[in-house]
């Protein structure tokens, strides 16, 4: 399946050749309008093209037995205008039961139809009706960020295996400390860094600066001297690079990487990713360097406080703090006191348990 990244330019895609016009306009205008990062853009494509693929099989006008080799591209306007909220109902379900798709997966594929209707009825008139307006989006359960805790960031640390070692020790340096995505460490090129500052562009084209702790400058003063020192630099503008192609390193490959480093340490097999070391920066933070939610919002980039709050619940030590306030912690076991036997199952109580007179 075609996803139309552009592998040699991470930031274009090339022209979307396989989906109807009215699709193809809107995404324009999430890149053009909205400024969505091509990434951001692309994952619209791919949802929306499923939706259409779903529509045109549901309606019996596909030719192809392959769900990914249905052509959308004859759908029209006026076949959008006819989409009913009960289809969209039946395209829900089939992500639940015939696609397995988790509560999260679904949420993000009705926002993707959402926002393509909206387009269709707000932005270009096309439309005069949105099918998709009064459709909620599924619950999704809360759950807590998983993260390496401090011990084990230090054991990943000290347990780098690689045939470039500077650059590997500098990655995993870089996301334990900065809490950057995994799509913006690929991205940095060297013109990000100021002093002791680095711009990262985030979701959405946002820029933000974070700062530099000695940990990072050090570990980027050893990886730069190895860097300059690679006989085949390619891409002379990325920061991380390939020790044999001497090209920017990609996400898979980032992916790998970490993988690699995290089985050296002994920390394989338990859900630990790129990602998650992203959580770990911010849980480290918030517990042991006293940053508050919204400084933590500006250093992790995110867009509203309620998102960074997720870390307010994984604060143990002010839990257990808490829990030991209450005037009652101190209370200590005591032995039962000596208290009468209770008497055998068909006998009397003693007469003054009885309440008779002496």
């Not at 109902?89 to 997966?105: F, H, S, V």
């Not at 780098?160 to 995505?181: A, H, K, P, W």
């Not at 979701?203 to 730069?224: F, M, P, S, T, W």
Request: with cysteine; aromatic share 8%; net charge positive.
């Amino acid at each position: 399946m075609s996803t139309y990244l552009n592998p040699l330019k991470p930031n274009q895609h090339t022209p979307y050749e396989d989906i109807p016009k009215d699709l193809r306009d809107f995404l324009n205008y999430m890149g053009a309008i909205l400024n969505r990062s091509p990434r951001t853009v692309n994952g619209y494509y791919i949802d929306l093209r499923t939706f259409f693929r779903f529509l045109v099989q549901a309606r019996g006008l596909s030719q192809s037995a392959a769900f990914d080799e249905i052509d959308i591209r004859s759908v029209d306007t006026a076949f959008i205008g006819q989409i009913t909220q009960a289809e969209i109902y039946e395209y829900l379900y089939y992500l639940k039961n015939e696609r397995e798709n988790e509560p999260a997966a679904r949420a993000r594929k009705l926002s993707a139809v959402k926002s393509f209707f909206k387009f269709m009825t707000v932005k270009s008139n096309r439309l005069s009706q949105d099918p998709a307006k009064d459709i909620s989006v599924p619950s999704l359960k809360k759950t807590l960020p998983k993260y390496l805790s401090l011990e084990e960031s230090i054991e990943l640390l000290k347990n780098i295996q690689s045939d470039f070692y500077e650059r590997d020790f500098c990655i995993v340096t870089l996301f334990l400390n900065c809490g950057m995505r995994l799509v913006e460490l690929v991205g940095i090129d060297l013109k990000d860094f100021q002093n002791d500052t680095i711009r990262i562009v985030g979701k959405g084209n946002k820029e933000r600066l974070v700062y530099l702790n000695g940990a990072c400058i050090d570990a980027l003063h050893h990886y730069c001297a190895a860097r300059a020192a690679l006989p085949n630099l390619q891409d002379k503008q990325a920061l991380f690079v390939s020790k044999r192609t001497g090209k920017r390193l990609g996400t898979r490959r980032v992916e790998q990487i970490i993988e690699r480093c995290l089985q050296a340490a002994g920390l394989s097999g338990k859900g630990y990713s790129p990602h998650k070391l992203r959580h770990t920066a911010a849980t480290l933070m918030y517990r042991h360097g006293n940053v508050d939610m919204l400084e933590l919002k500006e250093i992790l980039g995110h867009e509203h406080v309620s998102t960074t709050e997720i870390y307010t619940h994984i604060n143990t030590e002010k839990l257990r703090q808490a829990a030991s306030s209450t005037p009652l912690s101190r209370m200590k076991f005591q032995p039962q006191s000596d208290l009468p036997a209770e008497p055998e199952a068909g006998q009397p109580p003693d007469s003054k348990d009885a309440g008779e007179p002496e």
